[in-house]
């Protein structure tokens, strides 16, 4: 057996529980290498020349499978991708070989300034053509398919002529990626929008989706004075997001879940317990239905 | 609307504080929500602003949080990030800081230290010569010697004491240990995974900069016109300093 068989170049993640990797926990997690089905990055993170970043993902790596999550690549956008930016995210998947690549339904850049945020953009024919030929050539580029994943947002557009769920089928359809279904965004949606985030999720195509993640959110209020969820992944995940994640895996059956926290980190034990609930929650959904769960 | 249009006048109504949300967009009630939208506004700003905090720790301890942070974001306003790599965004930020701050006169010294020790950490990985590389050069060749500097290696020239500043304010928001006021220099390196910063000693950042442009070890100490000057003793600290990547010898003398 050579060393390359001991990497996860392509194919499914195990069917586990991942968290977000963040240097403060980097000690910790080669000392105790806790059992974990994988760890993800922000790839925006490892674009640097070198340096400690770069040596402390090599030593993940050779622990665990990882997750490239990227958040700068502006899918959403009208214009052109920037290639540069799609080259450096290339290299970033040569050189760490993740298990699973994702992105967002979302724009950052515009007219070459960048926002550092994932901002929403209408459902229409237009948009959906855009979006599938941005994915397109990502998974040119990546020699893979890739995963989208499902945004928060805080407004929706008169023009929007699509459902979210059926947008993100067409463009599963159309390209053959893959979904991240972000069940704290589902559930912020859902809340800002003042939609059911169980009738969100039984419209949702599931049989694509090959991720889930799991956050924190904050409350606000909006103008009217009415609730107002933000995607701050900077808390525990919520009980209501626990409940309809618990509905999601139902469905789903094991799927690599990841505990996102980004902001106002723990200490490492803190996030493990959110995984290891996590994975109490597929455990139990493989208890209950064997056939359509693989136990983790 | 068209695509390219909506997209557009969403971004003009993030960069303008004052303005009122895209008409396009809805709250829940059907018609544009402001709350809603400086959401978005403020996770740019929150963002950007946290990205120059993180950036410049020591430069936020000196100015203090309130002004560093309207430093930053008048930064933000003016600059957004012209990448998706946010590990460059903010590099332009000691410039912006020595036009703007007022009352401090090390900050942009001590941001531009930051900014180095920022790009040090990031540079390309490369092995640093040794001293053993050193004691096997022949004394014959060492005049004509040239230095292939490291890639992380930064030489930095200040008008204020700003690395015994940056020193002395690593431990937290206590009270500073006392620094003298001159000017220094200084030396930041990265040959492992460690950031080293060292005052550099009078004539060495010229004979370093001399070495970066090119020059032979005996030109650059001969161009410093000091009789005193002993090449021997700064060749040793630049290499021990892991500022050296290789040591290319001259022909014999």
Known sequence: MTIADFRYPRGPAAPGVGVGFKAEHFEPIVETRPKLGFFEVHAENYMGAGGPPHRRLDAIRELYPLSLHGVGLSIGSPGPLDQAHLGRLAAVARRFEPALVSEHLAWSTHEGAFFNDLLPLPYTLETLVRVADHIDEVQNALRRTMLLENPSTYVVFAESTFAETDFLREIARRTGCGLLLDVNNVFVSAANHAYDPYRYLAEFPLEAVGEVHLAGYAEDSDDAGLPLLIDAHNSPVRDPVWALYGEAIRRLGATPTLIEWDNDLPVWPALLDEARRAGRVIAAAAAKNPKRVDAV | ?253
């Not at chain 2, 303005?19 to 396009?24: E, I, T, V």
């Not at chain 2, 990448?83 to 007022?102: K, L, N, Q, R, T």
């Not at chain 2, 030109?219 to 090449?231: H, Q, R, T, W």
């Open chain 2, 1 to 253: 609307m068209p695509f390219e249009a909506t997209i557009s006048a969403f971004a003009a109504a993030l960069g303008e504080p004052s303005a009122a949300p895209p008409a396009m967009t809805r709250g829940r009630l059907g018609a544009p929500d402001a709350r809603r939208f400086s959401v978005y506004r403020n996770n740019v700003a929150v963002g950007l602003i946290g990205a120059l905090e993180a950036r410049y720790p020591v430069s936020r301890r000196i100015a203090g949080d309130d002004a560093f942070r309207a430093l930053a974001r008048a930064f933000v306003r003016a600059q957004k990030p012209r990448s998706p790599v946010m590990i460059a965004y903010g590099e332009d930020f000691p410039e912006f800081v020595a036009a703007h701050a007022g009352a401090e006169p090390c900050l942009p010294d001590v941001a531009r230290l930051e900014n180095a020790w920022v790009e040090a950490y990031h540079a390309e990985d490369a092995p640093a010569a040794t001293i053993g590389a050193l004691a096997e050069l022949s004394p014959d060749c060492l005049p004509g010697t040239r230095i292939a500097f490291h890639p992380a290696t930064r030489l930095l020239r200040f008008s204020t004491p700003a690395a015994s500043i940056w020193a002395s304010r690593q431990g937290g928001d206590g009270p500073a240990a006392p620094v003298q006021a001159m000017a220094e220099e200084a030396l930041v390196t990265r040959p492992d995974s460690e950031v080293r910063v060292r005052i550099l000693p009078p004539l060495g950042y010229e004979f370093a900069l001399s070495l970066r442009e090119g020059a032979t070890l005996a030109e650059a100490a001969l161009g410093l016109d000091d009789a005193e000057f002993d090449f021997g003793t700064h060749l040793v600290g630049l290499v021990e300093s892991g500022a050296v990547a290789s040591l290319i010898p001259g022909s014999p003398s």
